[in-house]
């Protein structure tokens, strides 16, 4: 019931989600024109701001450079991979795919080949009001990973859980049950604060090793330092500015969450 209930209500804290509820009040109050004024203009400055470059890019700094990786990475007993990286093999796709999260499956496959675990548990299992699934995301990333140059025995799944939260649950008791307490932990570093609470608060040291970051210091550096009209370009809204910016906010209202529910 929590993971419906997040999937059903969470959009509507996202800024799009947002502006269409503050539009839909807008037309309730349509013989008031200051409250649809209001609501419209509400509205159109929450896509405005959650849309340009500089917010989205801000936001998601203040998550993403809290966990840069070391160099190098430091070995562990074990690596744990969390799942949103992958695609299921749904027709016409012939395999699993990934997706803008996949470099932390590519990264997972690169760590495993210098050496730095010798055991890959790979986590993610369907979310229940979806339906019966001939795969799991954990299954999905174990395919890929083979294909990579993984060997199948060095692989293991978690393939129950439904979010973040029980990636760590159920993790955490493979983990102990192999009298394993440290880990790398490979997921895109947006998801990576709350990803290493959880697990230290299920007792697993946990050596972060971040992928698929939306700003790098390059990139941060070029908008800081662009010339005006480049700089007022970054303030245009953009489709992508706008997911980032959702995705951001996702973290951050997950963060919350599970601090209320006390599993950080």
């Known amino acids: ?29 349509w013989k008031n024109i200051r409250w649809r004024n209001l609501f419209t203009g509400l509205a159109l400055f929450i896509l405005l701001v959650s849309s340009n470059r500089w917010v989205a890019t801000t ?9 840069l990786p070391n160099e190098p990475i430091s070995s562990a007993p074990a690596m744990v991979v969390l799942g949103g990286g992958t695609e299921p093999a749904f027709p016409p796709r012939s395999q699993p795919e990934v997706n803008s999260a996949g470099d932390r499956v ?49 692989i293991l799944e978690e393939d129950q859980s439904q979010n973040t939260y029980e990636n760590a649950l ?23 604060p709350r990803s290493v609470k959880l697990f230290e608060k299920q007792g697993i040291e946990v050596i972060p090793a971040p992928a698929d970051f939306a700003v790098p210091f390059q990139e941060w550096e070029d908008l800081l330092h662009a010339p005006i009209p480049a700089q007022l370009v970054a303030l245009l809204p953009s489709s992508s500015n706008l997911q980032l910016t959702t995705n951001v906010l996702h973290e951050y209202i997950g963060i919350l969450v599970y601090w209320m529910r006390g599993w950080l």
């Open 170 to 192: 159920y993790c955490a008791k493979l983990l102990k049950e192999r009298h394993i307490q440290r880990v790398i932990l490979v997921t895109s570093a947006l998801h990576m």
């Open 59 to 67: 936001l998601a700094r203040s998550l993403e450079w809290q966990y």
């Open 106 to 154: 590519l990264y997972a496959a690169a760590l495993y080949q210098q050496g730095k675990a010798p055991l890959v548990i790979v986590s993610g299992g369907n979310v229940a009001f979806r339906g019966e699934q001939s795969s799991t995301p954990a299954s999905d990333m174990r395919h890929l990973l083979k294909m990579l140059g993984v060997p199948p025995e060095a």
């Open 1 to 29: 019931m929590f993971v419906f209930l997040s999937k059903l209500l969470a959009p509507f804290l996202y800024p799009l989600g947002m502006a269409l509820v503050l539009l839909a009040l807008s037309l309730f109050k």
